[in-house]
Structures are given as structure tokens and as C-alpha cells.
């Protein structure tokens, strides 16, 4: 069974920058689109930044230009750097494939506050 571990979240101030990782116990990443997902307690979760297998990425608008997602196949690993983030995008952040295939992992808080 695919186990998805997102870190890297935190408290940050408005226009600073994080990055989170996205560690898979199978070797999932080679074969799928992989995306991250955030959520807002009481609202659903969407997409917000996705890589196909061949390394080409699209963002939803609410983060493009700032956030930038990437991977290494080799280490089973996808990456969201964050950067110049603002107050809405707290969340707990999540990964997955683009289609949802597995089980969502705990996620990784993201906190924008002054």
C-alpha cells in the first residue's frame, strides 16, 4: 500500500517562502502526474499545482508565478516551493497523483501570519 508524507509546512510571515516535500513508499512518481492539493478547514480540497511525468507543470491562478512545483523520480520525492506567500494561502497542504489515486497522507500545515 502506497504511504504519501508531505512536510515541511509551518508559520511564515506574509511575502516569506517555504518548501514542502512530498516522500512516497512506492515508486509512484515515475509513473503518474503527480499534484499537490491544499485545504481549508470546512472547504474542499484542490489542486493547486501539478507535473506530468514529462516534467511539464500548470498551476491554478490563485498561485501562478510564485509557486513552483517540481520532482526527483530518483528519491521518490515532489517538491512545492512557495514563495512571496500571502494569508490565504493557509491551508494544510496534501499530495497526491492528479487523479487522486491513493490514500491522502496526514498533510503539512501551512500558516501565513504576521
Known amino acids: 500500500q502506497v504511504q504519501l508524507v508531505e512536510s515541511g509546512g509551518g508559520l511564515v510571515q506574509p511575502g516569506g517562502s517555504l518548501r514542502l516535500s512530498c516522500a512516497a513508499s512506492?515508486?509512484?512518481?515515475?509513473?503518474?502526474?503527480m499534484g499537490w492539493y491544499r485545504q481549508v478547514s470546512g472547504k474542499q480540497r484542490d489542486l493547486v499545482a501539478g507535473?506530468?511525468?514529462?516534467?511539464?507543470?500548470n498551476y491554478a491562478d490563485s498561485v501562478k508565478g510564485r509557486f513552483t512545483i517540481s520532482r526527483d523520480n530518483a528519491k521518490n520525492t515532489v517538491y512545492l516551493q512557495m514563495n512571496s506567500l500571502k494569508p490565504e494561502d493557509t491551508a494544510v497542504y496534501y499530495c497526491?497523483?492528479?487523479?487522486?489515486?491513493?490514500?491522502w497522507g496526514q498533510g503539512t500545515q501551512v500558516t501565513v501570519s504576521s
Open positions: 497526491n497523483t492528479v487523479i487522486r489515486s491513493y490514500s
Open positions: 512506492g515508486d509512484i512518481f515515475r509513473l503518474n502526474s
Open positions: 507535473i506530468t511525468r514529462g516534467g511539464s507543470t
